[in-house]
């Protein structure tokens, strides 16, 4: 099955914003020797603007399905394998990036997936977005979610600028 991560002509200003983001990420498969048990461990940096949510998430999805094949790729089973995803996802717990990657789903309809500032269209997943892993934060499930993990002055500012 086909995943294009655009399905619709969209603002040439926002694939050019998208296309210069050089963000990365790093999967590694650990076994430890006696037990032969397996872990995979992955590390991104998402872009760090809070008004290109949809940057953002798209870079998510296209992190996620990746992982996702490199597990596959490496004849792991999904549902079974540990997980650690760590990073800089430069985003709060009430986006649509943290929901994604911690509910296993995005709505079509949801904000993150608005490219408005480059016009009115939207990246077109008609049911919205997906991965299979069973993601869940470490913050959530122990001590509970800070509003951020990035605190400098310039994102918390923009953040102010970008929600009015």
């Known amino acids: 099955m086909k995943d294009p991560i655009f399905t619709q002509r969209i603002n040439s200003k926002f694939l050019f914003n998208f296309a ?8 590694c498969l650990f076994e430890e020797n006696q037990t032969r048990k397996q872990v995979v461990v992955a590390n991104t940096h998402l872009y760090w603007r809070p008004e290109h949510t949809a940057i953002k998430t798209i870079q998510a999805k296209m992190l996620l399905k990746s992982l996702q094949q490199f597990i596959e790729q490496n004849k792991l089973d999904i549902e079974e394998t540990p997980v650690v995803l760590c990073g800089d996802f430069n985003s709060q717990p009430s986006s649509g990036v943290y929901n994604f990657i911690v509910s296993g789903e995005l709505d079509s309809q949801s904000p993150d997936l608005t490219f408005d500032d480059y016009g009115t269209q939207r990246v077109a997943w008609e049911r ?5 892993l069973d993601l869940k934060s470490a913050y959530g499930n122990t001590i509970g979610e800070p509003w951020t993990t990035n605190h400098t002055s310039t994102f918390w500012l923009a953040g102010k600028v970008a929600s009015g």
Not at 20 to 27: I, S
């Open 20 to 27: 210069k983001r050089d963000h990365v990420a790093l999967f």
């Open 128 to 132: 919205g977005i997906q991965h299979k």
